[in-house]
T-cell receptor, first 114, second 112 residues
Framework: DAGVIQSPRHEVTEMGQEVTLRCKPI?????LFWYRQTMMRGLELLIY????????DSGMPEDRFSAKMPNASFSTLKIQPSEPRDSAVYFC????????????FGSGTQLSVL | GQQLNQSPQSMFIQEGEDVSMNCTSS?????WLWYKQDPGEGPVLLIA?????ELTSNGRLTAQFGITRKDSFLNISASIPSDVGIYFC????????????FGEGTQLTVNP
């Protein structure tokens, strides 16, 4: 079975550029989460969706960050404009109502903003 | 910010040794999860705990849901080199809905 699929695996961009991260959750999962991981702050929840609807975006750092889930099998996290302090690993995770709060993570996108 | 205190932050052990790590909080949790993260990969779920006092094993791994519901423990017996990685606890609080709170992680190094 395919797990959570994220793309790209690595992204290097220059400050000020727009960055779009993509995620395909596990088929049948109805909740999707975007996390950011840094050495300083660990794993931080940015936003999560339930049935394609954003439920809690209180973790989104600022207006430069936006996330969408146009359908059950696709989500994007966009940063515009990007800044060096956005450099981190961004993870997408999904969960199923049948498995409660168990999260299944993708392999992440390593973002470097120069 | 983090609301779970995970310790130790790092461990250096010899192959074959047993390992213990734990997470504590001032809040009550309904669910505890333990994850392992390998370099360049996302966290992978190891064990899930749902009741106070619950003891669950997954191979050489054993985790416990603390009686007070404010802590959890993970033990690894007879460690092997592939146990190397970062171990995270995660908890679901009573008032947090689907949100999980993650510990800071324990970096485990196993020397052959």
């Amino acid at each position: 079975d395919a797990g959570v699929i994220q793309s790209p695996r690595h992204e290097v961009t220059e400050m000020g550029q727009e960055v779009t991260l993509r995620c395909k959750p596990i088929s049948g999962h109805n909740s999707l989460f975007w996390y950011r991981q840094t050495m300083m702050r660990g794993l931080e929840l940015l936003i999560y969706f339930n049935n394609n609807v954003p439920i809690d975006d209180s973790g989104m750092p600022e207006d430069r960050f936006s996330a969408k889930m146009p359908n059950a099998s696709f989500s994007t996290l966009k940063i515009q404009p990007s800044e060096p302090r956005d450099s981190a690993v961004y993870f997408c995770a999904s969960s199923s109502p049948l498995e409660g709060v168990k999260l299944f993570f993708g392999s992440g996108t390593q973002l470097s903003v120069l | 910010g983090q609301q779970l205190n995970q310790s130790p932050q790092s461990m250096f052990i010899q192959e074959g040794e047993d390992v213990s790590m734990n997470c504590t909080s001032s809040s009550i949790f309904n669910t505890w999860l333990w994850y392992k993260q390998d370099p360049g990969e996302g966290p992978v779920l190891l064990i899930a705990l749902y009741k106070a006092g619950e003891l669950t094993s997954n191979g050489r791994l054993t985790a416990q849901f603390g009686i007070t519901r404010k802590d959890s423990f993970l033990n690894i017996s007879a460690s092997i080199p592939s146990d190397v990685g970062i171990y995270f606890c995660a908890g679901q609080r009573e008032t947090s809905g689907s949100r999980l709170t993650f510990g800071e992680g324990t970096q485990l190094t196993v020397n052959p």
